[in-house]
């Protein structure tokens, strides 16, 4: 069979690198405009990807308490902003906001027919989307409003390397599958493919703003793999979700990318990590 892509593959190729740019572009205008816009703006995407869950998760039969997941992933956001840890430390607000969440939609259950499946997936909708998508909060003040810029982007960095380098060496050398029973087009290769890119767009990045991050090698080289695979951990998870519910893609969010959960299933993982590590090392 001939490699060399067909004209409409490399139609579709230029479809999903010019709406990716585009969606990059929107992306870190928006990280760069600081808290102020990125809250409304997580919201909105924690609304369509809560309708996109919503509609794949129906295929199944699985309803989803949507009042409670949108009303307890709004609290959550507002939870998470900095200024509140700034003027009460001593408050975990975000526990605070998933406890008022459980205690909510558990007793809406135990009050309007018990419906123990809808209660588990509204949980796991919560933990998947809104809290996860939280820590970007977190991550954009940290250490301070000038500096949070530098660290939000090391999730997207290391998320974006990864699944680049997985797929192009996936794609060249690509020869025992990784998990074949939830998304056999990746290999082992291509995850060392992705461990290995985004080691060196990190080491790269992090050099350029040394100031920013002094990690010494061992440490950058921990950081990285951490990442890479928390991001891959992140697509394998939502590909196990896609396979679960019968759908190939998610939805239908950018030309030529799928869905929008498609796109940031490995920020769900890395975002959280991400503001773990950052802690720890600094």
């Known amino acids: 069979m001939d490699p060399r892509p067909t004209p409409a593959g ?3 190729l230029a479809t999903r690198v010019l709406s990716a740019l585009a969606g990059l572009f929107v992306l870190f205008l928006v990280l760069w405009a600081g808290l102020l816009l990125i809250l ?3 919201f909105l ?11 794949m ?3 199944r039969g699985i309803a989803l308490n949507l009042p409670f997941l949108l009303g307890g992933g709004g609290l959550l956001f507002l939870f998470s902003l900095p200024p509140l840890y700034w003027h009460f430390p001593q408050v975990p607000w975000r526990e605070v906001a998933l406890g008022l969440f459980l205690m909510g939609s558990l007793s809406y259950e135990l009050l309007k027919g018990a419906d123990l499946t809808r209660f588990a997936f509204t949980l796991f909708a919560f933990l998947y989307l809104p809290w996860s998508l939280g820590y970007v909060l977190l991550l954009r003040e940290t ?4 500096l949070g810029l530098w660290t939000l982007s090391l999730p997207l960095v290391a998320s974006f390397a990864t699944d680049i380098g997985a797929y192009f060496v996936g794609r060249t050398f690509g020869q025992r599958k990784l998990a074949p029973e939830i998304s ?7 995850s060392l493919g992705g461990i290995a890119v985004s080691f060196l767009a990190l080491a790269l990045y992090t050099g350029l703003v040394r100031e920013v991050f002094p990690f010494g090698l061992l440490e950058l080289w921990l950081f990285s793999l951490l990442l890479s695979l928390a991001a891959q951990l992140g697509d394998l998870v939502e590909s196990m979700l896609k396979r679960y519910c019968g ?3 998610s939805g239908r969010f950018l030309p030529g990318h799928g869905g929008l ?7 769900l993982f890395t975002f959280p990590l991400t503001y773990f590590l950052v802690v720890l090392f600094t």
């Open 10 to 12: 490399g139609e579709e």
């Open 40 to 42: 409304p703006a997580l």
């Open 45 to 55: 995407v924690f609304l369509l990807g809560t309708l996109e869950l919503k509609e």
């Open 57 to 59: 998760l129906a295929r």
């Open 143 to 146: 250490p301070d409003s000038a």
């Open 184 to 190: 056999p087009g990746k290999t082992v290769e291509g």
């Open 247 to 249: 759908v190939k893609d």
């Open 261 to 267: 959960l498609d796109r940031i299933d490995s920020l």
